[in-house]
């Protein structure tokens, strides 16, 4: 499929999602939304995708945010459904995903860019990024997400901060508040996050990651026992080929096939 705001290619079980347009630092509009959310649907299903890369093109953002101009002149009612709309097919979807999606965050990543960051499974970040929730210099709040998700990896304290000074943080910084796993230099960011991360994480069981994702999403779920959902998740393993395999594998004394 071909698509106007971003780039989707494939290789070796890696796919790169690239938000594609520079010219506005990648901010995301409608149409960018529906995309992404089409595109990581259709890597979703095919089964020679084991891991997703997301990226901004260009050297100076991931994404600047959510497109200002598209909404201006919404009133509360919009505004409502633009958060609603987003957080399900985007930002929810994305956290939601039975696959790994790794956010390799090239620059600015600002409002909706630091919140679609987040809601990736984790981030890697190249050392001119800079991140922040400006939003309140806007007088409106984050409403992808960004109020829970940054709570949840920085805590309360530093999230209120951020929130509330509009301000940016650079790369190292995130690290050090553990928004980010890892800062390398931006030559370097799709390089590392393919051979160190994605083909580490492709030797392992892509049924034990799928379950692996929900289990550690329902810690985060209200009303939901992770520890349940754990116990269920694991029992549920037993029951698939990949066990076979990996613990046949193992015994074997040879690398499980997945
Ligand atoms: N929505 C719409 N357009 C955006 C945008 C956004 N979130 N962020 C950047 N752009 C556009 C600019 O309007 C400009 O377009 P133009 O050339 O047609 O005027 C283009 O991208 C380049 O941005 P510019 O502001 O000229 O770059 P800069 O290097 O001077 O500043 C930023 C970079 C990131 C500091 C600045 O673009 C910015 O503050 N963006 C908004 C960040 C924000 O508030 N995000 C949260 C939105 S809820």
């Not at 030559?187 to 289990?215: C, G, H, M, V």
């Amino acid at each position: 499929m071909s698509y106007n705001n971003i780039l989707v290619s494939s290789k070796d079980n890696i796919a790169q999602v690239t938000i594609n347009r520079p010219e506005k630092l990648n901010a995301l509009n409608k149409e960018t939304i529906l995309e992404l959310h089409n595109a990581l649907g259709d890597l979703e299903e095919e089964d020679s995708v084991r891991v997703i890369i997301i990226t901004g093109a260009g050297e100076k953002a991931f994404v600047a945010g959510a497109d200002i101009s598209e909404f201006a002149d919404f009133d509360e009612e919009q505004g409502a459904e633009l958060a609603r709309e987003g957080q399900r097919l985007l930002f929810d979807f994305i956290e939601n995903l039975s696959k790994p999606v790794i956010a390799a965050v090239n620059g600015f990543a600002l409002g909706g860019g630091l919140e679609l960051a987040m809601a990736c499974h984790f981030r890697v970040a190249s050392t001119n990024a800079k991140m922040g929730l400006p939003e309140v210099s806007l007088g409106v709040i984050p409403g992808y997400g960004g109020t829970q998700r940054l709570s949840l990896l920085v805590g309360k304290g530093k999230a209120m901060e951020m929130i509330m000074t509009a301000g940016m943080i650079s790369a190292e910084e995130a690290k050090e508040y553990k928004l980010v796993n890892y800062v390398v230099p931006q030559e370097e960011l799709l390089p590392f996050t393919e051979e160190s991360i994605a083909t580490k994480i492709l030797r392992n069981s892509p049924l034990a990651i799928s379950a692996a994702i929900r289990a550690v999403n329902a810690c985060y779920q209200d009303g939901v026992n992770g520890f349940e959902t754990e116990i269920e998740e694991f029992g549920n393993s037993f029951g698939t080929d990949d066990f076979i395999e990996g613990t046949t594998a193992f015994l074997e004394k040879r690398k499980a096939n997945f």
